[in-house]
T-cell receptor
Framework: AQSVAQPEDQVNVAEGNPLTVKCTYS??????LFWYVQYPNRGLQFLLK??????LVKGSYGFEAEFNKSQTSFHLKKPSALVSDSALYFC????????????FGSGTQLTVLP | SQTIHQWPATLVQPVGSPLSLECTVE??????LYWYRQAAGRGLQLLFY??????ISSEVPQNLSASRPQDRQFILSSKKLLLSDSGFYLC???????????????FGNGTRLTVT
């Protein structure tokens, strides 16, 4: 079975500070990992994905994520947070050898304080 | 470029009434299509997915059904709504699926359904 854990329901950070949203996963085979962002009353927007290659993946809006195979983690990061980054963030995973659909985490609400 | 349209944006329906939510995708052919429900602004539950016309897989037994009468049209229906059907319904598409697919999902803006 594949699973995703986002251990923090809520993350607060001051504007201009670096932010990290945590994600750990469990899959069979190599993981395909994704981050999405959701603004209120909107659909999810794709931010970035890790398939293979460089462990540091760069995505939209200045976000990046670091794949760590030994820790089975895929944390989302941004060097300098903006108030407009405040949103709900979802991590998702699918195993490369799996016919299953994406499994989403429970989401982390990021609040950037001015 | 590809776009996904989902309507209506909000809907208030009485218990026992029927439901029809529609989703269409433009700019791509033979997409995989998905219906998700999001309860309480958090967890996403996959309801149905489709890899082709009239090919629907149901992930969770429930009061809902899905149909795909055309390649880029996906419809979520119910004959009689329950209070528990309230939620935020999201349609999504991805490139044609294979077991090794790494294609991300692209979501519509959702329908907020309130069953009263």
């Amino acid at each position: 079975a594949q699973s995703v854990a986002q251990p923090e329901d809520q993350v607060n950070v001051a504007e201009g500070n670096p932010l990290t949203v945590k994600c750990t996963y469990s899959v069979s085979g190599n993981p395909y990992l994704f981050w999405y962002v959701q603004y209120p009353n909107r659909g999810l927007q794709f931010l970035l994905k890790y398939i293979t290659g460089d462990n540091l993946v760069k995505g939209s809006y200045g976000f990046e994520a670091e794949f760590n195979k030994s820790q089975t983690s895929f944390h989302l990061k941004k060097p300098s947070a903006l108030v407009s980054d405040s949103a709900l963030y979802f991590c998702a995973v699918r195993g490369s050898g799996s016919a299953r659909q994406l499994t989403f985490g429970s989401g982390t609400q990021l609040t950037v304080l001015p | 470029s590809q776009t996904i349209h989902q309507w209506p944006a909000t809907l208030v329906q009485p218990v026992g009434s029927p439901l029809s939510l529609e989703c269409t995708v433009e700019g791509t052919s033979n997409p995989n299509l998905y219906w998700y429900r999001q309860a309480a602004g958090r967890g996403l539950q996959l309801l149905f997915y489709s890899i082709g016309i009239d090919q629907i897989s149901s992930e969770v037994p429930q009061n809902l059904s899905a149909s795909r009468p055309q390649d880029r049209q996906f419809i979520l229906s119910s004959k009689k709504l329950l209070l528990s059907d309230s939620g935020f319904y999201l349609c999504a598409w991805s490139l044609a699926w294979s077991p090794q697919s790494n294609s991300p999902l692209h979501f519509g803006n959702g329908t907020r359904l309130t069953v009263t």
